[in-house]
């Protein structure tokens, strides 16, 4: 990972165009070829990014200061160096992940156990499907044979389909299993998360603990 302090413009060249004025922010630049701008305020939230894949080009003589980052679809982000103030890259290694609690890793295994919960012909593949960017929690197929993403919470936030949208855009790019939907699925999904899912074409499922248990109970009952 990079981290670059400057203060610096930035120019959107894509399907709109937005400009940053000139202030300092910070500039992260992943391994996964993501690239984001961030303030000193807003939380989690970039000002602008470029999700991967996409490619930086460090301008050099008259173009010096100049980074032109653009993502496959060929939109643009044109940053403007004015003065940088800090420039590092550290190795962070592959990150292990957010270790799910009790509840949530139970879900899972019911789930995958009574996959039909997602609707009538839904297949399993296989729990904890590994991406170069963590473990997918379920991949399983619809009625129609078409591969399925499945992400679980036991409170369904903004936070959680960012997660799943970032392993839809890796899956994708995988022929063998694209295209790939998503299904966010969690005991409570929040309004916000709802409104986000829906605009980026992921479904939204509420899970019922107890329903799943009682169906996991039946499996002990011998009459």
Known sequence: MRLVIARCTVDYVGRLSAHLP???RLLILKNDGSV??????????P???MSPPCTLKE??????????????????????????????????????GLIKDGVEAHLQELL???????????????????????????????????T????????????GVEQLTRYLELLNRDPHLA???????????KPQARVLATDRGIGCTILDYDALRGTEDDKLRLF
């Open 22 to 24: 000139s202030a300092k």
């Open 36 to 45: 984001s701008i961030h303030a000193d305020d807003r939380a989690y939230k």
């Open 47 to 49: 000002l602008n990014w």
């Open 59 to 96: 301008g050099t003589g008259d173009e010096a200061g100049v980074w032109t980052v653009v993502n496959k679809a060929g939109e643009k982000l044109i940053i403007t160096m004015e003065e940088v103030l800090h420039d590092s890259s550290h190795e962070l290694g592959v990150d292990p």
């Open 112 to 146: 995958a156990d009574h996959i039909e919960t997602l609707g009538e012909g839904y297949t399993l593949i296989r729990r904890e499907y590994m991406t170069a960017i963590g473990p997918v929690d379920i991949l399983c197929r619809d009625a129609d044979g078409k």
């Open 148 to 159: 399925v993403a499945v992400e679980i919470k036991r409170r369904g936030e903004i936070d």
């Open 179 to 189: 295209p790939v939907r998503g299904i966010f699925a969690a005991q409570e999904i």
